[in-house]
């Protein structure tokens, strides 16, 4: 079989020292492609390409970045179908799910290209006489862009646009399960105008290509979205060689249903949260904390909602949950629900590996009640596992929101405006949701966590530039 999946070094295609393979894990029979992998030697020749690029793409018009971010939002809006079809088939994520994420992303690139057009500065006058003060943003230079799997375009979007829109050069390393994605997009991004260089795709490992490029000293910036574990290993090496790092990593988001709410809107909050996307999502409910007054209702409802669930192949239509990304995330979600059970949560539904018509990653989704001590109430599983834990008042219930290490979203179902406003002020989060699922948020606006959540300015909207840029002052005598 040809390589289809390359790496983009230097406004040139190649190959790698190694092939890997792309699975659909909706159908293992199924190879999605071949693609190049990386050695450090070929990372640090992307590593310098981005370098001798800097001055160019720095010295860019604010024209001409918005016209290169703009062709290539316009070109995913153009091909979400196409594009979102190799996503559902790559990632496993339902067909839907996939096209609105590949919609997201050319809309993050828009978004972008018109934040090209607006960096801000400031003027002021100076304490002194015949001086005057400016405060600009100049670009950081080359970034280093590091993926996770779970939104192969949405992600690599909202970090590359920012980063070429404020004038840095990339090196982008996407997760090693989805690298038709990340060629789909570095294809597009090579058709749009940018000088050789500016932009630059290296697949491989993340223990190869990543640490390669969080090691190196020709990379300024790194930004990181992944796992807790490699996120505190990149921080460690970025700050050792004083380089700006951003961190995206996990989360065990709370959605609290109060007695006062629309049950039947909790509930489809709650599945919606818990499970779409096969649970494998930063802000996935994964913990349902339910006020006592209502909880059995709600537990038996929520029961009979996960049951009807239908998983099934990713490209098929009617299907609602896809299998899991590889064999490690099953087998990962398959030992938390047996941890569930020995730790003595109390099961509701699934938990099981499936058989459909083509073999896959099937799993049912999965229901507990847990105590707020148990590991699968605490620890992240990244799969279709919830918990449910019961609270006696809304008190109860915010301080067991608060209890976790974490603290990317949190969620609040009430028709109470005080307690929604309450919990919007005492939720330790980076995002709240107010009768709405915790997962599902806006391109435009900030997005990001406290806690062991994240590390480092946020991602998306405008306060991307806190990341994306430097800031300088600068002193003219004026007279
Ligand atoms: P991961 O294992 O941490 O990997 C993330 C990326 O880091 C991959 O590209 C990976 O490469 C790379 N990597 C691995 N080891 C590295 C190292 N030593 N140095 C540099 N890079 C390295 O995470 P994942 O399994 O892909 O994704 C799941 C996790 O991401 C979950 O914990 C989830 O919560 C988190 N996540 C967070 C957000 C957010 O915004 N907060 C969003 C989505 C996902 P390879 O895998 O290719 O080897
Ligand atoms: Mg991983």
């Not at 607006?118 to 670009?139: D, F, H, N, Y």
């Not at 991602?459 to 994306?468: H, I, M, P, T």
């Amino acid at each position: 079989m040809a390589v289809a999946f390359k790496h983009y070094i230097n406004g040139r295609w190649e190959t790698g020292v190694t092939l890997g393979v792309s699975e659909n894990p909706s159908d293992l029979s199924d190879v999605v492609g071949e693609f190049a992998r990386a050695d450090a030697a070929q990372a640090e020749n992307a590593i310098r390409a981005a370098a001798d690029a800097r001055e160019a793409w720095a010295a860019s018009t604010p024209q001409r970045r918005f016209e290169v971010l703009d062709a290539v939002g316009s070109e995913l809006l153009a091909r979400k179908d196409e594009l979102g079809t190799l996503l559902a088939r790559e990632e496993g994520k339902t067909l839907p799910e996939a096209i609105g994420e590949t919609a997201r992303a050319g809309q993050i690139f828009k978004f972008f290209a018109g934040e090209a057009l607006r960096i801000p500065g400031q003027k002021l006058a100076s304490v002194r006489p015949g001086v005057e003060v400016e405060i600009t943003r100049e670009p950081v230079g080359v970034v280093g862009l590091i993926a996770p799997w779970n939104f192969p375009l949405a992600i690599p979007a909202w970090k590359i646009a920012p980063a070429l829109a404020y004038g840095n050069t990339v090196v982008f390393k996407p997760a090693e399960l989805v690298p038709g994605c990340a060629w789909a997009l570095a294809e597009i991004i090579s058709r749009a105008g940018l000088p050789a260089g500016a932009f630059n795709l290296v697949l491989g490992s993340g223990r190869r290509v990543g640490q390669t490029i969080v090691e190196s000293p020709l990379v300024d910036a790194i930004s990181f979205t992944g796992s807790v574990g490699v996120g505190e290993s990149i921080l460690a090496a970025a700050t050792a060689r004083r380089a700006k790092v951003q961190l995206e990593m996990g989360g065990k988001n709370p959605l609290v249903v109060l007695a006062d709410a629309q049950l039947d809107r909790a509930v489809e909050h709650a599945i919606q949260g818990a499970y779409y996307s096969t649970g494998q999502r930063c802000t996935a409910s994964s913990r349902i904390i339910v006020e006592s007054a209502v909880f059995d209702r709600f537990a038996e409802a929520m029961r009979q909602r996960t049951r009807a669930l239908v998983v099934g192949h990713a490209l098929e239509r009617g299907t609602q949950i896809g299998p899991a990304v590889s064999r490690e995330q099953l087998e990962q979600d398959l030992a938390y629900v047996a941890i569930g059970r020995q730790e003595g949560a109390e099961w509701l539904a699934g938990g099981e590996a499936l058989e459909r018509p083509t073999r896959g990653h099937y799993l049912s989704p999965a229901l507990f009640v847990a105590q707020p001590r148990h590991r699968i109430a605490r620890e992240e599983i990244f799969g279709p596992v919830a918990c449910l834990i019961r609270a006696d008042d809304y008190e109860h219930a915010l301080a067991l929101a608060n209890d976790t290490p974490f603290g990317l979203c949190a969620g609040i179902c009430t028709e109470s405006l005080s307690r929604a406003t309450h919990f919007k002020r005492h939720a330790q989060v980076g995002m709240v949701m107010v009768n709405l699922p915790t997962a599902g948020v806006d391109p435009h606006v900030p997005f990001g966590g406290r806690k062991a959540s994240s590390h480092g300015p946020r991602e998306q909207g405008s306060y991307a530039a806190e990341f994306y840029t430097t800031v300088k002052t600068a002193y003219t005598a004026s007279g």
